[in-house]
């Protein structure tokens, strides 16, 4: 539940170093990039799937790990199919044709969207011991020099390319 600043302040002891956290984790919009908090995540449900009862729906289904009796995977856990989905296969140990059935599981929308969310949570951190370097290799980077667009070292005019 914590904010770009906050992790700013605890990693660079400067809450205004949250531009750094975002850049290093190539994160231009934080309301779409940043994972939510607790109670936006709870509301972002309630408002994307309308209901406690659709948001505990499925989502869609993933297959269980599947191992014939020699302990050979067959069939890895975590592939989307169908719900009734089943496949036949020969077991390396007893050479019969097995059927393997109910071999999936449900994702509900909640499970679904929290995983997205845990992907978002898994960021990356600049060491502090190299924050220097790349402050100044940032602002060496965003300095502009003169041109006919140029107004100052931080500031060149552009072109409006949504005006007709």
Known sequence: DERPDNVAEKIYEDSELDW????????INVREGWPLTQRDFR?????KYGSIANYNAA???ETVEVKDQGGNIILPAGLEVDSDYSI????SLS???VVASSITTEVTNEAYE?????IKRQIYLLRPAYLGMFKDDMEEIMTYSPSSQYVNDHLVKGDNI???
């Open 20 to 27: 750094v956290i975002l850049h290093v984790n190539n994160i």
């Open 43 to 47: 509301n972002f449900l309630l408002e």
């Open 88 to 91: 036949t296969y020969r077991d």
């Open 114 to 118: 929290e995983k997205l969310q845990d």
């Open 59 to 61: 989502h869609h289904y």
């Open 162 to 164: 949504k005006v007709k």
């Open 95 to 97: 050479g019969n044709e």
